[in-house]
């Protein structure tokens, strides 16, 4: 059988609603089940919004932007590949005292898997 490399596939898209999100970290979907290849942290509120994989403030996202990270790409050694583990929960809040009144925050993720 031939291997023709890696393939490419979305994960579930974990949001949280504007009216959802609090000044306090609240789970933004579920537990990571794979590696993510790709990761894009999109804040559609009209305020600032904070994600994390823990409890302290990580990515600071503006009022309606995004980031997309490329966690695997440029890797020093090839056997030495980075990742956030299987099991990861991201969180995502607000700032104190200046919650969104529309939008909503999210994280898209692609993952790769050895493939046909």
Known sequence: MTNFGK??????????????????????????????????FTNNTDETVYFTDATADKVKLPAYSFELWDVTANKAF????QFFS????????YI?????????????????????
Do not use: H
């Not at 090839?78 to 590949?81: F, G």
């Not at 104190?96 to 046909?116: D, F, K, R």
């Open 78 to 81: 090839e056997d030495l590949p």
């Open 7 to 40: 393939q490419v596939q979305f994960d579930t898209i974990r949001e949280v609603a504007f009216g959802a999100l609090s000044d306090t970290y609240v789970n933004c979907g579920g537990v990571l089940t794979k590696l993510p290849r790709i990761i894009k």
């Open 96 to 116: 104190t005292g200046s919650a969104p009144s529309l939008g909503w925050a999210s994280i898209e993720i692609l993952t790769v898997m050895t493939g046909n």
């Open 86 to 93: 299987k099991g990861t929960q991201f969180k995502c809040r």
